[in-house]
């Protein structure tokens, strides 16, 4: 997602406050470019490449560094996940999957020109998406790879497990939304909006906003300030002193500031571990290879984490498709849809572990004047980053406490969207689909063995009292916890409108979902099981929350009776 006039990644936000979006747009870099020409069909030009698109590009190329800054902090100073992992073998395949998915874009941009005829067609934006990439890197690899060294792996060859994993993960979200690219107006149509964006505004508050802004307070004199620009410049929309762009100077203001404060010791402590940034690039091929089938069967028991992210960023493609038509730009939303699908199926073949989706920028873009050009960098530069290694130096150079604004902004932009695009009444709804996620967040914390150490954890989680284990529940809601805030949402929001029989179907879909572990495992490590092969106080978990489930649904549903012989009296 970007932040130079940009609210948001398409995971299900539509666009909205575009007046603020333009007034954010003036913020934005300036540079003198020579235009590129291309002939419309009816003769007239197309400049595809103009004073805009300069200023489009920084905003798309740093919203993807942020976003891989933080994937890579997250698995590698998070969970201690090998380095060279990271940047040779995970970033190759995962860059190269934007550049596929924004050179489409541009052609898409092209075509359409040259179909009507018109000269101001803006491609659409195409990056990585920020809620499941973190969400993933928190929830499925880094996890993935501490099971696998407690096996008794080496970290290497656990990191290697973990990266097949993810992998396998990305061609299963590619598949899920090539079909979903068929079907996804009728999904967006039927899940009420409350649990479609309270599920991920859940992931913008505990993931994506609050761990960054542990980092900010981490260095507070300097994270504080580029947070502060950031939000004067972006969130509140007020121009610095001569039009200078606030986010552009907060990254490289902070970035100098930075590495001077600790090279001069001024951080005390702080400073005597600061280690300067590696001058080493970590080059890598984006090789197609079919090791992701090491990882598809591990892969499965996550399903009810990486489907719901495939589903939201189908849904909000649709939004953001919609978005560029009132702008004027009528790009077929499947062939959009389909675009993202096949960008995210090639970064999971090559080796990348995040998926692309259409960014919600299109019309604050237009309005920059920008045209296709700024995708065809954009593209280009995060491409060859991943394979010529500058992407990581950029990422180790660059602070996390400094970029750690950008996602803050993003975590606000989702969450606020949740609410603004959900009808007011279903306002407890989008609240309510947060919390399995400040579940998980918590869980997070207490799976970390330098935190609690294995058998503590063990020993919280089984131990007796007159209520399930406080430690176990978490983990329990935790678990899951995307399709849970989704269906949570959806039910609350049907209550909310008096849909009763609605309301109890989504009842029953939790039911039967959490009686095998695909919603509220007992396991630590969120497998799918069969309740009956199960032992102890985990066992108590699928029964005790399938049955809830099951009364509440058919407590509700008798209430719909009674509501319906009301309605006919």
Same mark, same amino acid.
């Given at each position: 997602?970007?932040?130079?006039? &940009? ?11 575009? #007046? ?15 235009? /590129? ?21 920084? %905003? ?15 698995? &590698? ?9 990271? *940047? ?28 009507? /005829? ?42 290697? %497990?973990?990266?097949?994993? !993810? ?42 906003? =609050? ?11 300097? !994270? ?21 762009? %606030? ?13 001077? *404060?600790?090279?001069? !010791?001024?951080? +005390?402590?702080?400073?005597?571990? *600061? ?8 080059? %890598? ?16 028991? =996550?399903?009810? &984490? ?52 259409? =960014? ?8 920059? +004047? ?43 932009? &989702? ?30 914390? =207490? ?22 284990? #406080? ?8 678990? +899951? ?30 039911? /039967? ?44 549903? +008798? ?11």
């Amino acid at each position: 997602m970007t932040f130079s006039a &940009i609210l948001g990644p398409a995971s299900g936000v539509p666009l909205v406050r575009n #007046e603020r979006q333009v007034l954010v747009a003036s913020n934005s870099v300036s540079f003198k470019v020579k235009k /590129g020409i291309a002939v419309t069909r009816e003769g007239s030009r197309y400049s595809w490449f103009e004073l805009g698109d300069i200023n489009a590009f920084f %905003g798309l190329m740093f919203d993807n560094v942020a976003v891989l800054s933080f994937f890579a902090g997250a698995l &590698i100073l998070g969970f201690n996940f090998p380095a060279g992992v990271v *940047y040779s073998r995970m970033f190759p395949g995962t860059t190269f999957g934007v550049l596929v998915g924004d050179l489409l874009y541009t052609w898409m941009a092209f075509r359409l020109a040259k179909k009507t /005829g018109r000269q101001d067609v803006t491609a659409m934006p195409l990056g990585l998406d920020t809620p499941s990439t973190i969400g993933l890197a928190l929830t499925v690899i880094g996890p993935a790879f501490l099971a696998l060294k407690h096996e008794g792996h080496s970290p290497e060859a656990a990191a290697i %497990g973990a990266w097949h994993l !993810g992998m396998a993960t990305m061609v299963i979200i590619g598949v899920v939304k090539f079909v979903l690219s068929f079907c996804g107006a009728w999904v967006q149509r039927l899940v009420p909006r409350a649990g479609l964006l309270g599920s991920i505004a859940g992931v913008g508050i505990a993931l994506i906003g =609050y761990i960054p802004l542990v980092e900010v307070f981490g260095t507070p004199i300097l !994270g504080l300030l580029s947070l502060g620009l950031v939000m004067y410049s972006v969130v509140a929309g007020i121009r610095l002193p001569k039009n200078i762009p %606030g986010v552009l100077t907060a990254i490289v203001a902070g970035t100098v500031l930075y590495h001077t *404060y600790h090279w001069f !010791g001024f951080g +005390g402590g702080m400073s005597a571990a *600061y280690a300067p940034p590696s001058l080493q690039l970590h080059p %890598g091929l984006p090789i197609p290879t079919l090791a992701f089938i090491d990882g598809i069967v591990p892969a499965l028991k =996550y399903l009810s &984490i990486t489907v719901p992210f495939a589903l939201l960023t189908v849904v909000g493609g649709i939004n953001v498709t919609e978005s560029a038509r009132v702008a004027g730009d009528d790009f077929s939303a499947q062939q959009i849809l389909l675009t993202e699908a096949v960008a995210t199926l090639v970064a999971g073949v090559c080796g990348g572990v995040a998926q692309s989706c259409p =960014y919600i920028g299109h019309p604050a873009y237009k309005r920059m +004047g920008a045209k296709a050009g700024y995708t065809l960098l954009a593209g280009i530069v995060i491409g060859l980053g991943g394979m010529l290694g500058y992407i990581s130096f950029i990422v180790e150079l660059i602070p996390k406490a400094i970029l750690a604004p950008i996602l803050i902004f993003v975590a606000l932009e &989702i969450t606020s969207q949740a609410f603004f695009s959900s009808p007011a009444a279903h306002a407890p709804a989008v609240v309510f689909a947060m919390f399995p996620t400040l579940a998980r967040l918590l869980a997070i914390q =207490y799976e970390t063995p330098e935190i609690v150490s294995l058998s503590t954890l063990q020993h919280l989680m089984e131990k007796a009292g007159p209520s399930l284990p #406080e430690v176990l529940v978490t983990i329990a809601l935790g678990n +899951g916890f995307i399709l849970t805030g989704m269906l949570w949402g959806a039910f609350l929001a049907e209550m909310i409108d008096r849909r009763l029989r609605a309301c109890s179907l989504y009842l029953f879909i939790l039911s /039967g979902l959490s009686l095998f572990g695909i919603v509220h495992s007992s396991s630590p490590d969120a497998k799918v099981y069969l309740p009956w092969l199960l032992t102890g106080t985990a066992q108590a978990i699928p029964y005790q929350f399938a049955l809830s489930y099951l009364v509440l649904g058919v407590l509700i549903f +008798g209430l719909s009776m009674n509501q319906t012989h009301q309605r006919s009296s």
